[in-house]
DNA sequence: CGACCGCGGGAAAACGTTTACACACCCGCT
DNA sequence: AGCGGGTGTGTAAACGTTTTCCCGCGGTCG
């Protein structure tokens, strides 16, 4: 069943159907009417493919995460694909598992398909696949890490603002002795991370000394804080470098028998759901996911609808802390009276039972 | 640059192009070499549309699922689309969350790009987008609440298998007073986990009466457990419909000062991920998504290979037990030395400490 | 030595749209 | 009454492939 077929029971042409499916303005009302009967009658759709042909345009976004199952990801998929219905597009998902093959054929898999755009929400070294879409003019957009070429767009993420709060946070309640996981050092927003630990604590007098790194996993924060408690002056207070690390961290200290946030202050960095359902549920640096899906999808939008091409466009997303009930003021602080903790802005989802 | 341009450099004609690149052995090795030298140059990708539109192939698969941001479901879309990559096929995800319009218009994104098949695999009542579908003859596979009609594969769940294996893990530690916190009513997958639990129950011996309804969700579980632990007689172990009730179950535990296992038993459902990662590690029923996306895509695969229309398929998936380290004897019952539990069969990828 | 057969390659049609261009028709003006 | 312009519809080309059909060539067999 194709569009001549209503053009033949409805009797007008080819053309007429198109414009009335398309809503021309200048097709007699009469004529429209009728054609679009038929269109119900028949259940008639469009065939994607072939308009795409003749339009040059294929309405399909690619989309490169890293993994959808690290819980990070999620969201983001969510959220681009909400927009991308919204706005009459295809999401074409890619996620290398940090396999140079994965990304080659994803490359192959998006340019075959014609897309309009790319975005490329990974936080890695995907440095290969970029050259060869850059070659061929495909809109991309990067978070944190892509390169500063003109027709690319780029999202920055500021981790300095939520890791200061966190810093603060935890100096207000005290803490003094405040350790920093950090995550593989080869990963720029990694290091970025590491950075703003640092600038933080310094810019308020207290010595960054105690950093370690993790893996980014759970099992590198187990292991990175078996290494800080075996100080012999451990901290009080760990600031991780994502929130997998800081469940590893949790995790450990529960095997230690101690108790957070009583006997140590936990925070995280990123607010995957997962921190929600710990126990006790985390606070941590709140990077939108949603967010940065949505700037990343506008910014493809804009970039097919007006192709600046010699601009380079650069978004920002800033990060802000969450508290939830990892945190309590430092061990041996004693305050008399009254909450210790300022007010708590977090969204408490959780009817949790307060103890 | 389209395949014209690769016929005229090449000096052949578009004909021996097409046959070349799609490996078709008749043609002269000299001249396929030419081609794909010309190919190689100029970075050549055939047009996929243009393609499909002469195939009437789309080469694109459907996938629906519930919502990408439940943790059950990223480990599917990850297996589906590894296959999918695999066998040249793209994916057309959606997430329909629980939402008729998303529906509705799911049908029609996938209609309008001819996909050549279609895999539901939400635990819902989507029984709106199958007559649309079916009507246009699309291939399709369901999972659990697939209606039985033929022309669609359907996957069937054992839940009996895992869950005997969990009640039976129960009443070997010493457990008589075992409750279920089930999901909510409406759905075929929670209704049947509830009977499998009850038959596992009765067939040795044991009443199921301690049954109250939650509602897959971490609240669910908690209100639950309260209104158990609330009991003159309260339960020992609790078997839970999903594993995010367990959490729920775990965290109002922990509120209570009820440590796990020790104090109490719980078991999941579904083993996602998550389960790993709590503490202690969820022992938990697994059904497998690894297994589940597998199938199901075998299952399209085969239906646009061989069309057999009219006959029925139906495939099972069974489930079975994974220990972790949430289940332990029952207390008050003092068996004399070694281990009170059988062998560990779980992966234990995570390098607890023991204790 | 000629006819026939097999084999490989080319010309062109087909897939289902959109849209440039052409062409009726009607209305109002001179 | 004739002409010009505006409005709305139709015809056909174009998008980039695959594939059918046909043709020419070389080899083999009678």
Redesign the pocket.
Known sequence: ????E??RRA?????????A??RVP???P??AKRVWKVVDELG????T???A????RSRIFGLVVSEITNPFFPEIVQTFENLAVENNYEILLTSTVHDPKRMESAVRRMIERRVDGVAILTFGMEEALIEHLRYRKVPLVFVDVGPDVPGVANIRINYLSGIRQAVQHLAALRHTRIAFIAGPQHLKSAIARRDAFKTSMTEIGLSADLIVVGDHKMEGGMRAFRELHALSNPPTAVLCSNDMTAIGVMREAYEEDLRIPKGLSVVGFDDIHLTEFTTPPLTTVQMSQHELAKIAFRALLNEVDQPRSQERHIYELVTSLVLRRSTALAPGDNVSGGPARPNRNSSRKNSLVSR
Do not use: E, F, H
């Open positions: 069943m194709d569009i001549r209503i053009a009797r007008v042409s080819t053309a007429t159907v198109s414009r499916i398309n200048t097709v007699d009469q004529l008639y759709y469009p065939n493919q072939a308009r042909l003749v339009l040059g």
